[in-house]
């Protein structure tokens, strides 16, 4: 009983964010201290459906980016974190992966924001993706780098005495073995990159309009509905990578 009732509980802590984006997104000319919207109007979705919508178009920017770095973040850390287990100093390597996350997002961007406009990339989709892959690697790194451990080094060896090429040892061995943890290394730079709104602000230069930066742009406009759809935008992505990792990761073997 006691469970039933803190289950209950903690879903409508859970869902009162969510039911009151929903009521700022349709409400209107709701002010204190009225407790409901005295007006509702579906015309801030009805927007969404528009072929010129800004929030589409930053959700597909979103997307692409978020989806591209963590592709690109997993594998590279995948890499990168063998070569660190293999150093003659693994220590030292993996305190250097540490060095992004030294500083705010925000400065880090401004201290790389010189090379981004030497490379022609300054308020394009490829600076702002340079930029973020510079935050996720290290990310992707330090969670892999677990996974090299000398049981993996092992079975690579058993596979390859086995008659396995290199190829084939990764193909069938290592990759397999690394899956769980692969899965979770690609939602969490995903969810890096999607919600990061500081570098991608920065690098940017106001061109490159994820939703991120839209959901901050209508709050400081005072534009509650705007902000309230876009917000809604914002966490279906992540929710829905909710349950399929949960779905995923949980399964027992």
């Known amino acids: 009983m006691r469970s039933r009732l803190l289950t209950t509980i903690l879903l409508i802590l ?27 109007s ?51 390597w993996t305190a250097l992966s540490y060095l992004p996350y030294a500083l705010p997002p925000v400065l880090l961007a401004v201290l790389i924001q010189p090379f981004i406009i030497r490379m022609h ?16 690697l290290p990310f992707a790194t330090l969670l892999l780098g677990s ?17 396995c090429t290199p190829r084939q040892a990764l193909r069938r061995v290592l990759l397999p073995l690394a899956a769980p943890l692969l899965r979770t290394t690609l939602v969490q730079t995903f969810l890096l990159a999607w919600f990061d709104f500081g570098l991608t602000n920065v690098l940017s230069v106001g061109k490159v309009r994820t939703l991120t930066v839209q959901v901050f ?24 990578l909710l349950l399929v990792n949960k779905s995923a990761l949980l399964r027992k073997p």
Do not use: C, H
Not at 14 to 40: H, Q
Not at 56 to 79: H, I, M, P, R
Not at 147 to 163: C, K, V
Not at 217 to 240: D, F, H, K, W
């Open 147 to 163: 996974f090299w451990s000398q049981r993996a080094t092992e079975y690579e060896q058993l596979a390859r005495t086995l008659g």
């Open 121 to 136: 990339l300054s308020g394009s989709v490829g600076g702002v993706l340079l930029g973020l892959l510079l935050l996720a």
């Open 42 to 92: 579906l015309e801030p979705l009805r927007g969404l459906v528009a072929a010129d919508n800004d929030l589409l178009a930053g959700l597909g920017k979103s997307l692409l980016l978020a989806s591209v770095v963590a592709v690109l973040a997993t594998a590279g850390g995948f890499v990168v974190a063998r070569a660190i287990a293999g150093a003659r100093r693994p220590g030292r």
């Open 14 to 40: 859970f869902a009162l964010p969510f039911g009151l984006l929903g009521l700022l997104a349709v409400g209107e000319g709701w002010r204190f201290p009225e407790v409901l919207p005295p007006a509702y």
């Open 217 to 240: 742009t209508y709050v400081g406009e005072a534009n509650g509905p705007l902000a309230a759809v876009a917000s809604l935008l914002l966490v279906l992505p992540p929710m829905l």
